[in-house]
């Protein structure tokens, strides 16, 4: 089984009974790999992004135990050593599993996002999450007008959701 498969399983796994962060984390890692294949980046990218997406919300649970709320910024404190720890685990070198958790750490940080990777990974979550929150048109084209930096992830954006004039 290779890696990316290996994550999700173990991912699957780890929120067992919670289909609503299952479907979440499958979500966004559909729109991630998307956008990267889109973007035209090379193969340890994909590779990196897709991993991320997969575990970018691995803080939640921790979070919730630890506070009783899994806030964005709690997520980023609590993200680092589960995922680490799974990363490793499954095989993961120490380069990717650093770059990967890096990611999953700020991926609720909008300001100095200052590479492909760490972009598509938080335009992937914000389609999500502004669909699983039933986002307002306002709100998309607001989230459009400051979040969305690629051109695949922009072409995502307005396709998803429809609510641009030309």
């Known amino acids: 089984m290779d890696k990316l498969t290996s994550l999700k399983k173990a991912m699957i796994d780890y929120y067992t009974g919670d289909a609503k962060r299952i479907c979440h984390f499958i979500k966004v890692h ?3 790999s998307v956008i990267e294949r889109l973007e035209n980046l090379d193969e340890k990218t994909q590779f990196i992004i897709e991993s991320a997406s997969l575990v970018h919300d691995i803080g939640i649970k921790p979070a919730e135990e630890k ?3 899994c806030s964005g910024k709690l997520q980023e404190k609590e ?3 589960p995922a680490y720890e799974m ?3 499954l095989g993961y070198d120490k380069t990717d599993t650093d ?3 890096y990611l999953v750490a700020h991926h609720h940080t909008y300001d100095g996002i200052d590479s492909p990777d760490y972009q598509i990974l938080v335009e992937a979550d914000f389609i999500v999450n502004l669909f699983e929150d039933k986002a ?4 998309i084209k607001k989230a459009y007008e ?3 930096k690629t051109k695949s992830g922009k072409e995502m954006c307005k396709t998803v959701f429809d609510v641009f004039a030309d």
């Not at 307002?136 to 709100?139: G, I, K, M």
């Open 67 to 69: 506070y009783g709320d």
């Open 99 to 101: 770059r990967i958790c």
């Open 136 to 139: 307002s048109p306002a709100a």
């Open 79 to 81: 993200d680092y050593a």
């Open 87 to 89: 990363l490793s685990s």
């Open 30 to 32: 559909g729109f991630a």
């Open 146 to 148: 400051t979040i969305f």
